[in-house]
């Protein structure tokens, strides 16, 4: 794991790597928890001309620290916003290819990046029902790049997912094209222990880079496929001190970051 100097959470190294990914001037499908807040602190850091997004029919809200929205129909979650459109509307922005990028969870996620928040276990009678799809199939069907932030356990990184919730690469290769879904796809994997990619042909999963302190060893040890090793694997700096005070300062209360 991460040197024991670290002054952060987990939660925390995830909302600001994901922050870190968000270039200004793009548009970002937000839902609330994690991409909520990376989103909040990549507009107050180095983004401030993102369009934050959110699925109830929210287009540039402006989220308001200590007050953060606890569902995206909620009226906080429109606090200045330019539009507020219908649901319909804002789906179908995403599908005319409007929105640069989607940010997910995962529950179960394999090689090809394909997610599971359905079920763990057979879907007739699973070990464990969760909460399924929400807008998050849409998103990874049809936003222009999807960041995945996960937690980094072998629970979680599985050799198949046993639901495709929401599609990555399907099952490699030219597969996602050939079933209709003609762009987009998994960009990056978040953990808390590395930052992942895809490899261009196979489309199999790719170790980019770790976190200072962090061997390749554990990266592997808490998965349940082996990814893609290149020759060289780049090193990521953790949060600076700057990243933590304002993440901090929109979530004073820990409401998200657990």
């Known amino acids: 794991m991460l040197s024991h100097e670290r002054n952060f959470t987990r939660s925390e190294l995830l909302a600001v790597m994901t922050a870190r990914m968000l270039e200004d001037g793009k548009t970002i499908f937000v839902g609330v928890g994690l991409p909520m807040l990376a989103a909040a602190l990549a507009q107050r850091l ?14 540039a809200p ?44 995962a529950a179960q996620i394999d090689k090809y990046g394909n997610i599971n928040t359905s079920v763990i276990g057979d879907y007739e009678k699973p070990r464990v029902r969760l909460p399924g799809s929400g807008g998050a199939n ?35 290769g030219n597969t996602r094209r050939e079933a209709g879904l003609i762009f987009g796809g998994p960009y990056k994997v978040v953990t808390d222990l590395a930052i992942m990619g895809f490899d261009e042909e196979s ?13 390749i060893e554990e990266v592997l040890e808490n998965m349940g496929f082996r990814p893609i090793i290149p020759d060289e694997v780049g090193e990521i700096e953790p949060p600076t001190d700057e990243e933590l005070k304002i993440l901090r300062s929109i979530d004073p209360d820990r409401v998200m970051l657990r």
Do not use: W
Request: glycine letters at 8%; charged letters at 25%.
């Open 203 to 215: 489309k199999a999963m790719r170790v980019e880079a770790v976190y200072r302190g962090v061997r």
């Open 62 to 105: 402006e989220i308001k620290p200590g007050m953060l929205p606890l569902s995206t129909n909620e009226v906080r979650a429109a606090r200045k916003a330019v539009m507020l459109p219908s649901i319909d509307d804002v789906f179908f922005y995403q599908q005319r290819g409007y929105i640069d990028y989607g940010i997910l969870g």
């Open 138 to 172: 849409d998103i990874a069907s049809t936003c222009s790049r999807v960041i995945v932030s996960t937690f980094h356990e072998k629970r979680r990184f599985v050799e198949r997912v046993d639901f495709i919730t929401s599609p990555g690469y399907l099952h490699g």
């Open 46 to 59: 180095h983004a401030p001309n993102i369009t934050i997004i959110f699925e109830g029919g929210v287009i």
